[in-house]
């Protein structure tokens, strides 16, 4: 990713290359005036291997910019495939050499995932998630009550998501 940083006195632009990047993160929040939503704020970011994020946030207020949300859309998508599919895939490849992955509090495996602070196991079978528009749940099937959440505009949430979705896809029924 590259863009013009308008310091003429140095380099002009500032670069994030592919390998460097190792997260993603995105949000969407109202904005709100007293007790009045006027509008969006729309937010992605990336994370480096160095620990620099590149944020772009841009806001719609009162609908006047409507066409924001399909740029996001958009956007978000351009991200995922030619910047975060590798980054997936090198942990759906860990998981499926028999090694977990933890992401969030969560140990993600071929058996399943285990919440890490309380030590509950719950297998592929017994596992089922929910996708909202700022977040996600993961519970258990048959007792909502064990559950986490995570929000996707939290760093690893969407790393998580998508293992999450994938391997219970592949291996939960």
């Known amino acids: 990713i590259e863009f013009e940083n308008k310091n003429l006195?140095?380099?002009?632009?500032?670069?994030?290359?592919?390998?460097?990047?190792?997260d993603f993160k995105r949000g969407l929040d109202r904005i709100v005036w007293y007790e009045f939503?006027?509008?969006?704020?729309?937010?992605?970011?990336?994370?480096?291997?160095d620990n620099n994020t590149l944020?772009?946030?841009f806001r719609?207020?009162?609908?006047l910019h409507s066409?924001?949300?399909?740029?996001?859309?958009e956007l978000t998508n351009l991200i995922w495939e030619y910047y975060f599919t590798d980054i997936v895939n090198v942990d759906?490849?860990?998981?499926?050499?028999?090694?977990?992955?933890?992401l969030n509090g969560i140990k993600i495996g071929l058996n399943g995932i285990e919440f890490m602070d309380t030590r509950e196991?719950?297998?592929?079978?017994n596992l089922d998630f929910k996708e909202y528009l700022r977040y996600f749940a993961v519970h258990k099937t048959d007792n909502?009550?064990?559950?986490?959440?995570?929000n996707f505009n939290e760093w690893n949430s969407e790393r998580l998501f998508c293992l999450i979705r994938t391997v219970k896809k592949e291996r939960g029924n």
């Open 9 to 22: 006195t140095s380099d002009l632009f500032t670069r994030f290359p592919k390998s460097d990047i190792v």
């Open 121 to 125: 196991m719950l297998d592929w079978k």
């Open 67 to 73: 066409n924001y949300s399909k740029f996001y859309s």
């Open 92 to 102: 759906l490849d860990e998981i499926y050499n028999r090694n977990d992955v933890e």
């Open 60 to 63: 719609d207020y009162f609908g």
């Open 55 to 57: 944020e772009i946030k």
């Open 144 to 150: 909502s009550i064990i559950h986490r959440t995570f």
């Open 37 to 49: 939503s006027v509008g969006y704020e729309y937010s992605l970011a990336l994370l480096d291997k």
